[in-house]
């Protein structure tokens, strides 16, 4: 062997030694990546399996560079195993030792190295579940190929906000998007707190000391959310999470004095107190599980889309039909009721669910006094509820919250509220009224009388109105009804001096009986039952028939059974005669 | 003994068959719409109410029926002064002490107290009784309706209560009337057996011989079945009758038109009233 070719041999060995510690030492510094890559994150497949066949000519290549990719491609593509690899060995080659700097136009610098530790024991490193290569990330800039092209960002900052924006490619909805985004004058990106090779992950995030970075900057910046609590929450919530817990909404939305401005120009708070919610029906007390903010606002997303709805109200009631995903029977009755008929109309004023029941802070059934269901009505409907609050249901209920007296939902039902001007509604009131006065046992309590409703019945009024087919008529009663002379929402106590029930009585009589003479009046009987005391002409007529009519009848069947007696005595004898 | 052989007697000349036609048909109406609203309570009287148009409809019946009831009435009047005045028949539907005794023998009789049934004249005790128990409850009927049709003009005069009670006698009544007719005209007419002469206007030999002796043997006897005098001035006793009965009829068909339409009791239709139900409060309280 002469020296040329021990020389050769020499540096065949050294070569070839030379690929196997390259081969071996990528081989332990990556495991299993192109698999995790293709599964994890199919959106970057392509580029993870095209990227090396982009590997660049190398005529063009730097003299040094040149066999150290060559011999990493060939590892590359050579590798026999098929142990998946990325193909960013190439750039890690050069970035891993290298002075260079890219120079923006603003003059700032930016080392180009990078700390391939720092990046191997990062959440996006070799030892993490899924590691990502180079390119994954330093793809939207542009096309990374060598020699890079020109950086087209005219700063640092600008260039990071680039870079930036390849996270939200796998973090959906991450919390950066909290803070000013990217088009914010002063952008927060997410490099800004995570870095850039050095992403940890949330776990190493939650805790006080990492969180304490958070707030920090809150502090300076004058941002509200620096809860140590809350933040954590926040942030262990707030990544790859499907759907996000009230507590991550909440970090802004409890914010108070936060509002939505609709394009109408209405002004909406969209702050929400998190205690009352958490209070509310939907909260601890839910029969579930508490309610999460996206159970009912669905297919938000941080940053929200812009509102298209016209107005605050209009945006109320496309709100309301969340409400049905759950209370699918009384959604569908308040669609039945005379609110759900004005809303059908077109008429916005009229109540939805969350008019009544409150959107967050919806109470627990129960809860409140029954005075509260009539506050409610109040909200719409005042006028009638002054009415009401003077009548003597009104005082018993707001004035000593008797359970007794009936409410506005007592009469007018709760989520099928029908019209009460209807001829089914004129009728049926005095069944209405009945269903408490008729109470003997509800009654006596208070000392009334239950004959009211039987005596109202027994009159021709109250007849006319037991035998009205309000659906065969078509139109109401036109006889009196309970509330034609006792009021309707400010029904009094009879002997309340200002019932005046007595005194009105002819007036009344005479919105129907135009004619009506005082004495006319005295044919209604007060809701007595005739006596030898109190109407003592009708008591002795019917006395008069109570005695004539069995007398009579007995006088006929005595007479027609004594003729039968005689007829069936004939009869036989007539056989008898026939047989002998 | 079947029909064909029975000699049949005229008992009922044609306009008592017509007088009874109309009160058949007027007092049929007047208790099938009249007798649900007594029982108004009761899920059946509501469905026949409604099978016959509703509440409305039916008292708009029950009033026209009331009308064709009161001018059966005069009619009736008309008929009886006429046989009384012109013909000078004998009003043989009065009630006579011989009735109380008919009662007492039959009774006996029926008992098997006594051999043979009392011998009854046209009109027997219980024909009586069911005839004034017509015109009495036909004037009760007619007097109560009459005040419950016009209250307002009724309490003019007299008191309030006078309705109410009224309209208790009227509903009493009605009860009344129905079962006198269902219990004790049926059973006489067509359960013990059935008598037709109301329509046909003859009785056969039978039924003459048991319910109506006196009457059998007395046309048995060549007597006329409807006597009459003949009285010398029955020509301008007819004439006078017709013309007081023209004036008379014409005047009570105008009193008849005029009771009953001359009062608006009621409005027939609410007045509409609208009030602002929508107010809502201006601070709405949290």
């Given amino acids: ?580 | 003994m079947s029909k064909e052989t029975q000699k049949m007697y005229p008992r009922f000349r044609m306009w008592a068959r017509i007088e009874h036609i109309i009160l058949l048909v007027s007092f049929t109406v007047l208790a099938l719409t009249g007798l649900p609203q007594r029982y108004f309570e009761s899920s059946f009287a509501v469905d026949m109410i409604n099978a016959m148009g509703g509440i409305t409809t039916v008292r708009l019946v029950h009033r026209y029926a009331a009308i064709v009831l009161v001018l059966g009435s005069v009619y009736h009047l008309f008929l009886g002064a006429y046989r009384w005045y012109v013909k000078g028949e004998r009003m043989r539907i009065m009630l006579r002490p011989k009735d109380a005794v008919d009662i007492y023998e039959t009774v006996k009789h029926n008992l098997g107290l006594q051999e043979e049934p009392p011998k009854m004249p046209k009109f027997n005790f219980g024909e009586k009784i069911e005839y004034w128990a017509v015109i009495w409850g036909t004037a009760v009927m007619i007097m109560t309706g009459f005040m419950l049709w016009n209250p307002i003009a009724i309490t003019q005069l007299f008191p309030g209560q006078f309705i109410p009670a009224a309209k208790t006698a009227h509903s009493a009544e009605a009860l009344l009337a129905v079962l006198s007719i269902v219990i004790w005209h049926f059973y006489n007419v067509l359960v013990k057996h059935r008598n037709w002469s109301i329509f046909t206007g003859n009785l056969p030999e039978n039924q003459m011989k048991e319910e109506h002796m006196l009457e059998y043997e007395r046309i048995e006897a060549g007597g006329d079945p409807y006597p009459g005098l003949s009285l010398k001035a029955q020509k301008s006793r007819k004439r006078a009758y017709f013309i007081v009965a023209t004036a008379v009829g014409i005047l009570s068909l105008m009193a008849i038109y005029w009771l009953f339409t001359f009062e608006e009791t009621a409005i027939t239709t609410l007045p509409a009233v609208t009030r602002e139900v929508f107010v809502p409060l201006a601070t709405s309280v949290p």
């Fill in chain 1, 1 to 580: 062997m002469n020296r040329e070719k021990q020389v050769r041999f020499g540096f065949g060995v050294i070569a070839t030694l030379s690929l196997l510690a390259v081969v071996l030492g990528l081989f332990v510094l990556s495991p299993a990546r192109l698999v995790a890559e293709e599964t994890v994150h199919p959106e970057l497949a392509e580029v993870a399996v095209s990227q090396p066949a982009a590997l660049p000519n190398s005529a063009n290549l730097p003299e040094n560079v040149d066999f150290m990719l060559r011999m990493a491609y060939q590892a590359q593509v050579q590798e026999p195993t098929g142990h998946p690899q990325t193909g960013d060995m190439a750039c890690k080659m050069c970035h891993s030792d290298t002075d260079a700097e890219v120079e923006f136009e603003s003059g700032e610098t930016m080392p180009v190295q990078v700390d391939l530790a720092a990046l191997a024991m990062s959440v996006h490193g070799e030892s993490a579940e899924n590691p990502l290569a180079c390119y994954d990330c330093h793809i939207t800039i542009n096309d990374y190929q060598y020699p890079h092209e020109e950086v087209t960002a005219v700063n640092l900052q600008d260039y990071q906000v680039q870079t930036a924006a390849t996270c939200e490619r796998c973090h959906n909805r991450p919390h950066i998007t909290n803070h000013p985004g990217q088009d914010a004058a002063i952008p927060v990106t997410c490099t800004s707190c995570h870095g850039s090779h050095e992403v940890q992950s949330k776990e190493t995030w939650d805790s006080d000391e990492a969180v304490k970075a958070c707030t920090d900057c809150h502090q300076q910046a004058g941002v509200e959310l620096t809860d140590t609590e809350q933040m954590r929450t926040l942030i262990r919530n707030g990544l790859f999470a499907d759907e996000t817990d009230s507590d991550y909404c909440l970090a802004c939305h409890s914010q108070p004095g936060l509002t939505m401005t609709f394009p109408n120009g209405d002004v909406k708070s969209v702050t929400v107190d998190p205690e009352a919610f958490h209070a509310s029906a939907h909260g601890a007390n839910n029969s579930w599980d508490e309610l999460q903010c996206t159970d009912c606002h669905t297919d938000y997303q941080y940053p929200h889309e812009e509102i298209t709805i016209e107005s605050a109200r209009e945006f109320t009631i496309v709100m309301n039909q969340a409400c049905e995903e759950c209370h699918v029977q009384y959604f569908e009755k308040s669609l039945d009721s005379v609110h759900g008929a004005a809303l059908l109309d077109g008429n916005l004023d009229a109540a939805v669910c969350t008019d009544c029941h409150g959107a967050h802070d919806t109470p627990v059934l129960g809860d409140e006094p029954r005075a509260a269901i009539s506050h409610t009505c109040e909200q719409c409907h005042s006028t009638i509820y002054n009415e009401y609050a003077e009548s003597v249901h009104g005082e018993a209920l707001i004035g000593d919250d008797n359970q007794d007296v009936p409410n506005c939902i007592d009469c007018h039902g709760v989520h099928d509220i029908h019209d009460p001007t209807t001829a089914a509604a004129r009728a049926r009131s005095p069944e209405l009224c009945a269903e408490c006065h008729a109470n003997e046992e509800l009654m006596t309590e208070y000392d009334i009388s239950t004959d009211v409703f039987d005596t109202y019945v027994a009159d021709f009024h109250g007849t006319t109105v037991a035998l009205f087919d309000y659906e065969h008529e078509g139109v109401p009663p036109n006889t009196a009804v309970c509330y034609d002379c006792h009021g309707v929402h400010s029904i009094k106590a009879p002997d309340d001096p200002h019932a005046n029930l007595q005194e009105n009585l002819v007036e009344n009589c005479q919105q129907c009986h135009p004619d009506a003479s005082a004495n006319f009046a005295d044919s209604w009987l007060g809701h007595y039952r005739p006596s030898l005391e109190n109407f003592p002409i009708i008591y002795l007529v019917n006395l008069f028939y109570l005695i004539v009519i069995p007398f009579t009848l007995v006088f006929f069947i005595f007479m027609i059974a004594t003729d039968i007696y005689r007829r069936i005595r004939e009869r036989g004898h007539k056989k008898e005669a026939a047989n002998e």
